[in-house]
């Protein structure tokens, strides 16, 4: 599998999903190194852009990420990665098992979506 990584200035995004429920659980950026080892280890690992630096998903809350299966879409720059979640299944930094928790109202305008949040 081939992804280009020079679209996203070296990154490709990573959509993890769970392998049994197919519920979406998380999206983060990957560099060639961190799918590298993602691959080589069975277990997710991400490029974090704030640190500038490999982490994998579960090294301090022992919710991991145990990867079942890798496609890559058809540009070949974003990878979808089935997973089974370890630990107490919380994928989120807030606690959640899912990242996206927020549903944004169809016919809203996105200010007053942003005003709501603020409230």
């Known amino acids: 599998m081939e992804i280009d990584f020079d679209k996203m200035q070296g990154l490709a995004p990573a959509v993890i999903q769970d392998a ?7 999206v983060g950026f990957m560099n060639r190194e ?6 080589r280890t069975g277990f997710v690992t991400f490029y ?4 500038q630096t490999l982490w ?6 022992g919710n991991q990420l145990e990867v079942v299966a890798v ?15 370890l630990g107490e299944g919380k994928v ?3 606690g959640s098992r899912s990242c996206f928790t927020r549903e944004l109202p169809l016919g809203a305008t996105l200010s007053s979506v942003e005003a709501e949040a603020r409230r």
Not at 20 to 26: A, F, G, N, T, V
Request: aromatic share 2%; proline share 0%; charged share 30%.
């Open 20 to 26: 049994s429920s197919r519920e979406l659980l998380m």
């Open 34 to 39: 961190a799918l590298e080892m993602t691959l």
């Open 48 to 51: 974090s852009r704030t640190r």
């Open 56 to 61: 994998t998903k579960g090294e301090t809350s």
């Open 71 to 85: 496609w890559a879409d058809c540009d070949r720059d974003t990878v979808l990665l089935r997973v089974r979640v």
């Open 92 to 94: 989120c930094h807030t």
